[in-house]
């Protein structure tokens, strides 16, 4: 576990923020060894949004206006805790009226002896069909899609512009 302390992160920077949490578990010196994350910035006002990942697979965004989904070609930062001063890229975008985000853990679309683009693929056919019904309940309709069982993180975040 983590040594004792204070635990409180202050960094609200977004394009700091990684990089803060980073710093912070290098000093931790825990027994884990490292933590990944992913971490999304959004203006309520204008939908401009920023989204950085740290060993976390890559945010997808639902495009009204082609009614595509797209990965995010920004590869992933490294893991958190590992690597002193490491730098963390963040995609930047706008959600426009009817755009959707989808932040998921690997657990969501790994399988066995399958690579992890068939996993991707089995997701966002899952999520084509939520365009149609709506995006109300869609993250949880995605966790309980993955195929990795009981025995990985599945987690999804889904954000999306009414």
């Given at each position: 576990?983590?040594?004792?302390?204070?635990?409180?992160?202050?960094?609200?920077?977004?394009?700091?923020?990684?990089?803060?949490?980073?710093?912070?578990?290098?000093?931790?010196?825990?027994?884990?060894?490292?933590?990944?994350?992913?971490?999304?910035?959004?203006?309520?006002?204008?939908?401009?949004?920023?989204?950085?990942?740290?060993?976390?697979?890559?945010?997808?965004?639902?495009?009204?206006?082609?009614?595509?989904?797209?990965?995010?070609?920004?590869?992933?930062?490294?893991?958190?805790?590992?690597?002193?001063?490491?730098?963390?890229?963040?995609?930047?975008g706008t959600l426009q009226r009817g755009d959707a985000l989808i932040l998921y853990t690997d657990g969501v679309i790994e399988t066995r002896h399958h690579d992890l683009t068939v996993g991707v693929d089995r997701m966002l056919g899952i999520a084509e069909r939520l365009i149609s019904r709506g995006f109300h309940g869609g993250?949880?309709?995605?966790?309980?899609?993955?195929?990795?069982?009981?025995?990985?993180?599945?987690?999804?975040?889904?954000?999306?512009?009414?």
């Amino acid at each position: 576990g983590l040594r004792p302390g204070s635990y409180n992160l202050t960094e609200t920077q977004p394009d700091r923020f990684l990089g803060a949490a980073n710093s912070y578990l290098v000093r931790q010196e825990w027994d884990e060894g490292f933590a990944t994350a992913v971490h999304v910035s959004i203006d309520l006002a204008d939908g401009g949004y920023s989204v950085g990942t740290a060993g976390h697979p890559a945010a997808i965004q639902f495009q009204s206006g082609s009614g595509r989904w797209a990965m995010f070609e920004q590869a992933a930062g490294p893991v958190l805790g590992v690597i002193e001063d490491a730098t963390f890229e963040r995609n930047t975008g706008t959600l426009q009226r009817g755009d959707a985000l989808i932040l998921y853990t690997d657990g969501v679309i790994e399988t066995r002896h399958h690579d992890l683009t068939v996993g991707v693929d089995r997701m966002l056919g899952i999520a084509e069909r939520l365009i149609s019904r709506g995006f109300h309940g869609g993250a949880a309709r995605l966790c309980a899609s993955a195929k990795a069982g009981e025995t990985d993180d599945r987690a999804v975040v889904m954000v999306w512009r009414d």
